[in-house]
């Protein structure tokens, strides 16, 4: 097959090769193969080799480019069965290329694209160009034989030859075709080059099956550069491996795992593998002479790893390994009892976890010796074995118990080279007299014999760049003074107390669980960020870390107020831009002064009681569960935001933030003294501020004229004189004043023209005449929502202000004890006009036609049937030219409300929220209101006469309600023709049988709520 240098992958374009998998395999199960087209693929793998062969490629996960896809398309399309499908018909020919007649070929023409000296995305485009679609098969109806030709090509094959190599055959179909190529013959095909481009991204088991869809795609699945690598499973034989590798001699990977007879195999695949460069051997047994045939069999061999197999035979257990070409040697997991290693290139050798006595090496030019978890080697084997390899710059002697600090001072004197050293689990190690002068990495974990005594030796490894000396239980005392040390773990040494650190390099610390450690100092100008947790016997901290950024201190108990020093600019962090002191419980005071400090966290500091802080970058401040909090001077901060809210007993705050908007001090019931001077403070909740007085607020209201939101719920020593203070609040929007002792609300009315929500829950002090003024729209002319819940006003007072008060969208009247009976309809006839006025300057708000018709102008069929005294006829003839915009009436647990009426549907043709719950004795609502979408009448027990005349009702809740008969709910909703939910449940006199008729009287209902359904 030949290829196309200017179609090739793009090397560094990673491609999912698992869609490539799935494409072929389709393609594979989708083709109808028949005749002898089937004899093509006896020399590829079958379905049982296939098993033992395991893929090679790594899975790639980005997506393909657009000039993959591209190449996919048109092989698919080059392969697409015919729709007609059967043996006589195995591809539809293309339309115009029919031959017709007896005994006639079906072939198919296609002009082939210019290729030679175009680009890549040239002949992707002529590829395009082309649309092929299928692949060209000429079918013989008279001996049921069929061929194969290439796409675009025109084929006329007679032959009947049918000789049984089927590369032969191959060839002969490809002599015998003819190229079309507008006068101009080549030998290089598109189709060919894009096989090769997407077979490339293929494992070796998808390159099988699709070896199985047609000659071509078998031809391109057997090139060379697919089978570089061989990997034999546990269901491999002997004749298996020695077709396979006859086939591909050019392999230069080969490995076998859990293969039976594994030594046999070998060589049977090394006889045929004369370019072999890495074999991997995972299970078996191998004697010395399969280590002998290696060594003049794969001359070309320079990786071997052998793992977890039988060295040696049974009368000898001694393996010589001699290659003059081997560079990587690993045997690993083996069982042997002596080991001799004899190559000149040999430059990694590792033996780790081999049950090996002794070990002989003459490895000139080794540089990697690996003889960790080698118990069984001696003291004396490991420093005869070293003391061959002068060279050698990397050491595992990890658990390897036998090794003693004249063993390590011997190795490194014979190693003058030493760069990595591993001998953690060495118990006898102490590195007394041990001299590394250029050593950079160092591991001692669990040697007990590390003490501070050690530190002298690691103190002479000037180049040493990384120290790990994780539980290493004797050690007391860690003080290095090493310029190049960037990095050095002290895990789990219980006895530490000590730690000094001159290391201008070091970037990484790592100090957990060292439960004794009480001094740490750190100087270093590369460390960026440091966390300590659980250090709970550290009490004395100091920093020398000028690039120091992040600081995490969690759950220090024994840290002091001396910390405050080392995080001021003045401090060795001038940098620290985030600090975390959490759960410190031994802090009590935390004062200093940072220009470049952005985070901080004090959670959990439980016994925090003074916070002075100038942080003039400070942007978040979290102070969870600094419950003894009492003194807070935040001057200057750049907080935006700031909550105290969680810390109840602070009794002293100062806070100067220009960037400052929002201030939560809910639940700080101590605080006397406020110093709030933040101009841009837009929201300000000092509710459950019991201490707060008129005072704090006239200096609030002074130093922040932005405020547009106060609340001062439940702080019972604001009064009079301090809500004069608010005319400082030009902005002021929303104010609650909710269960104060205010008296009169003149202050409010004079000083907050701007004012659009109003709250004033349970003010019992309340008078009926402070609200004669909202009947006014002039007195606030902005208000919209008005909260009179739990209050003592009588209903005199809560009348006139539901019912003169037009400008208000949302008002509650919860609990109100005193309001009695809402009826709100029209008088007379004469009224009647003046709503037909209404009519036409207000109409609803969905441009529907109101509740007026034009057989009664000005009149609706219920308006005569009512009554209303005169004053609220005189009031609603004066209020004729403004219809109400209430939206929202909440009146829940009003026990003297007994009658709802809402009859008057264009003065009220807003409203479309009315919560009536909870109103034990409410007997009758009668309601008509264009708007009203949902209605609450839950737990109204006494109801026995419901009237509603609201087409866009949605919601209508009669949970609890003691509605007498389900013939009343019927008639009630015949108005509500958009309801869609319907809540009765606990409705002790609606029955199951009963939802039937429920139903039909909303056609649209679509939740019917029911404690019997």
Known sequence: MQHMNMVQPQPDVQIDHNVINRMAMQLAVDFHMEGDFLEHFLDAPSSSQVVGLNATHEALTTEMPSWFESSVELL???????????????????????????????????????????????????????????????????????????????????????????????????????????????SMYVIEDLLHTVFSFLDQRSLCQAARVCRQWYAASKHEDFWKSLHFGNQITQDQVASVCRRFPRAMELSFKCVQGVEDLARQAVHSLRHLEK????????????????????????????????????????????????????????????????????EQLSLSHTNMASVTLNCQKLLSLDFSSCMKLSDTGVRLSASHCRGLMALNISQCSYISDETLRDICMECPQLQVLDASLCPNISLQGVRMPVLKKLKLNHCEGITSSSMGALSQCAMLEAITLDACVLLTSVILNLKWLERISLADCYKLVELTLQCPALVDIKVTDCTALMRLDISSESLKSLSLEKQSSLATLTLDCPNLLVLSLVECDSLTNSISEVLSDQGGCPKLNSLTLESCESLTTLCFTSTTLQKLSLTGCQNLVRIELACVNLQCF??????????????????????????????????????????????????????????????????????????????????????????????????????????????????????????????????????KVLRLLACKYLKDSALDALQSDETLPELKELDLSYGELS??????????????????????????????????????????????????????????????????????????????????????????????????????????????????????????????????????????????????????????????????????????????VEGALQGCTSLETLDIRNCSKIFAEDLKDVRAACPRLRRLLSSTS
Not at 115 to 120: A, E, F, N, P, R
Not at 291 to 320: E, K, R, W, Y
Not at 636 to 651: E, K
Request: glycine residues 6%.
């Open 76 to 186: 698919l399309r080059s392969v697409e069965p015919s729709p007609s499908g059967g043996r006589t018909n195995l591809l539809a020919p293309a339309e115009g290329h029919v031959s017709s007649g007896p005994g006639s070929h079906i072939s198919l023409i296609h002009k082939r694209p210019k290729v030679l000296g175009s680009s890549m995305n040239d002949q992707i485009a002529s590829s395009k160009v082309c649309h092929p679609p299928s692949l060209g098969f000429a079918y013989n109806t008279a001996n049921q034989s069929s061929a194969i030709a290439s796409p675009q090509l025109s084929v006329q094959d007679n032959s009947t030859d049918q000789q049984d190599n089927s590369s032969d055959r191959m060839r002969q179909d490809n002599s015998n075709s003819e190229v079309a190529l507008g006068g101009e013959s080549s």
């Open 279 to 346: 074999l991997v051997i995972n299970k078996g047994s191998l004697s010395e002479s399969f280590f002998n045939m290696l060594a003049s069999g794969c001359p070309h061999l320079h990786f071997l790893s052998i793992h977890d197999v039988i060295l040696g035979t049974l009368t000898s257990q001694d393996v010589l390994i001699c290659h003059r070409n081997l560079v990587v040697l690993e045997v690993t997991n083996c069982r042997v009892m002596r080991i001799g290693v004899r190559c000149t290139k040999l």
């Open 622 to 755: 979290v102070l969870d569960g600094c419950c003894q909090l009492t003194h807070v001077t935040l001057a200057p901060v750049g907080l935006q935001s700031l909550n105290l809210g969680i810390c109840p007993h602070v009794t002293d705050l100062k806070i100067e933030g220009s960037a400052m908007v929002s201030v939560d001090l809910r639940g700080c019931g101590d605080l006397s003294k406020a110093n709030i001077i933040c101009p841009q403070l837009s929201s300000l909740d000092a509710s459950y501020c019991s201490s707060l007085d008129d005072k704090c607020l006239e200096t609030a209201t002074a130093a922040c004229p932005s405020i547009q939101s106060l609340i001062l719920a439940c702080c019972p020593l604001v009064g009079p004189d301090g809500l004069v203070s608010l005319k400082k609040l030009s902005n002021l929007i929303i104010l609650d004043l909710s269960y104060t002792f205010l008296t009169d609300l003149d202050p409010i009315f004079e000083s907050c023209k701007r004012l």
């Open 795 to 968: 209903h005199r007072a809560l009348e006139g202000v539901l019912g003169n008060c037009t400008y208000l969208t949302h008002v509650e009247v919860n609990g109100c004890a005193n309001l009695g009976d809402l009826v709100w309809e029209i008088e007379s006839l004469e009224s009647t006009h003046n709503m037909h006025d209404w009519q036409c300057e207000f109409q609803p708000l969905d441009g529907s036609a109101g509740i007026f018709n034009d057989a009664s102008p000005g009149c609706s069929s219920f308006h005569s049937s009512f009554a209303v005294p005169a004053r609220v006829s005189k009031t609603w003839k004066r209020k004729a030219a403004f219809p109400h915009l209430l939206q929202q009436l909440n009146c829940v647990g009003c026990p003297n409300m007994r009658r709802v009426k809402i009859l008057d549907a264009v003065a009220f043709q807003h409203l479309s929220y009315l919560n009536l719950s909870l109103s034990c004795n409410l007997k009758e609502v009668s309601i008509h209101c264009l708007s009203l979408s949902n209605l609450n009448l839950s737990q109204c027990t006494a109801l026995e006469c419901l009237q509603i005349n609201c087409p866009r009702l949605i919601s209508l809740s009669l949970q609890g309600s003691n509605v007498t008969t389900v013939e009343l």
